[in-house]
């Protein structure tokens, strides 16, 4: 290794040592800043927003062991228009990122893009609809989902797993403002389709249909109890070699209680029964508690608490697991220190149970980052994450981190 790139990494280490030493000291955590909007004919407005920058990561395959670190930069411009009104809003979004990373091809580049839109529309004081897309085409980390474990592979054939996933949402609310009952029905669909790779991935594809009813009650003009039913059916594409179906359906129902902004905090905590049968009659169903908490917490203006909790099920991404029981809690800050200068900074923990594998995950992750406005519409930002996973299956714990900084740019 020559000296310069002894040096370079050396630097590399200690300002990430620095980075994690702030962490702990400050547990701040970057703000992302949304385009600026202009105004345009018919009513529209429209932002532009491009971000580039560099980025060094180590372990960058997820390996149980000494893992390859590379350097990178990506480019990622990003577009929004919006149109308000009283009885109609609606708002379209697009992005587009180009990652580049010094590894061998094809494993060197990355291109992936989506696009969204939602409306909102109001007929009457006691009705609302809300309709809602989002489409991704994105890829999965070599060294995660199907390719986790074993050593990286080099070859050109071995192309990143590159998919499809759409999302469709429909809400229907009634109860005008001042009412002591609000009903809301929603309709979901999400579907992943893997798009290369195919005799490796199509085991991996899936359609998930959700169903869900909402009652809430006014107890007080800040405060509402909930009633919750959700139902949720999953099909994948093929039957897994390993343990045949993996179809399923999930009924919950919880109760819990909403409160608005009182002083400075506001939350919904529910908490219920959930049941998960299986398309085989060969298999029982599961039954086990679920729930979910959301408290924000704002001490000043100028910063903001987050925490979340919750257990609930996931499709797998496993051929000898039939879904993935999760256990997850997240608690994040945003600060504002200055007009130019502010920060975020997060840690998560997620506990994943591969059901019917015998497999269990233990996540940790943490972030910090930071944004400054050099000029108007032009920030530097900086920021360093960390991810640890232990399993009680070998091969699959890793140690994973990733430093970023670049520039945002905002006309």
């Keep these: 290794m020559s000296d310069c790139m002894k040096t370079l990494k050396k630097f590399t280490v200690f300002s990430q040592a620095i980075i994690v030493m702030a962490t702990a000291c400050l547990s701040i955590l970057p703000v992302q800043a949304a385009p600026r909007l202009h105004p345009f004919a018919g009513g529209f407005e429209g932002g532009v927003e491009v971000e580039a920058g560099g980025m ?13 670190d590379v350097l990178g930069y990506r480019a990622r411009p990003s577009i929004v228009m919006a149109r308000g009104g009283t009885e109609a809003q609606l708002q379209l979004g697009s992005y587009l990122e180009s990652t580049n990373y010094d590894l061998p091809s094809p494993l060197r580049h990355h291109l992936d893009f989506g696009a969204n839109a939602a409306f909102g529309w109001v007929p009457l004081s006691k009705h609302r609809f809300d309709l809602g897309t989002d489409f991704v085409h994105g890829h999965d980390q070599s060294g995660l989902v199907r390719s986790q474990s074993g050593d990286p592979d080099f070859s050109r054939s ?15 609310r009634y109860g005008g403002p001042g009412a002591l009952a609000v009903s809301a029905i929603s309709l979901g669909h999400r579907q992943r389709e893997y798009t290369n790779n195919r005799s490796r991935t199509r085991v991996l594809d899936f359609v998930t249909r959700t169903l869900g009813y909402e009652l809430a009650y006014t107890y007080t003009p800040k405060t509402s109890f909930l009633f919750d039913v959700d139902h949720s059916a999953t099909d994948y594409e093929v039957f897994s070699p390993v343990i045949g179906s993996r179809n399923g359906d999930s009924i919950s129902a919880r109760v819990g209680l909403r409160w608005a902004a009182t002083g400075k905090t506001s939350g919904d905590v529910r908490v219920g029964v959930r049941s998960y049968a299986l398309d085989s009659r060969a298999r029982p169903s599961s039954e086990a508690l679920t729930w979910k908490i959301n408290v924000d917490w704002a001490p000043t203006s100028l910063a903001q608490l987050k925490f979340a909790a919750g257990k609930a099920v996931s ?6 697991a039939l ?3 999760t256990r997850t809690v997240d608690l994040s800050w945003r600060q504002k220190w200055s007009q130019r200068f502010s920060t975020q900074a997060g840690v998560a923990y997620v506990n994943s149970n591969f059901v019917g594998a015998n497999r269990k995950d233990d996540n940790i992750s943490a972030n910090v980052g930071g944004d400054f406005l050099l000029l108007a519409g032009v920030a530097v930002f900086a920021g360093y994450s960390y991810r640890d996973r232990s399993s009680n299956e070998a091969l699959r714990g890793f140690d994973h981190a990733e430093a970023r900084f670049g520039v945002k740019w905002t006309p």
Excluded: M
């Excluded at 060094?56 to 390859?68: A, L, P, R, T, W």
């Excluded at 499709?315 to 000898?320: C, G, I, K, L, V």
């Design 315 to 320: 499709e797998t991404f496993r051929d000898n």
């Design 56 to 68: 060094h990561v180590q372990n960058f395959f997820y390996e149980s062991g000494d893992g390859v």
């Design 323 to 325: 879904f993935i029981d």
């Design 158 to 172: 071995n192309e990143p797993d590159e998919w499809d996933n759409t999302k469709l949402n429909l809400g229907y």
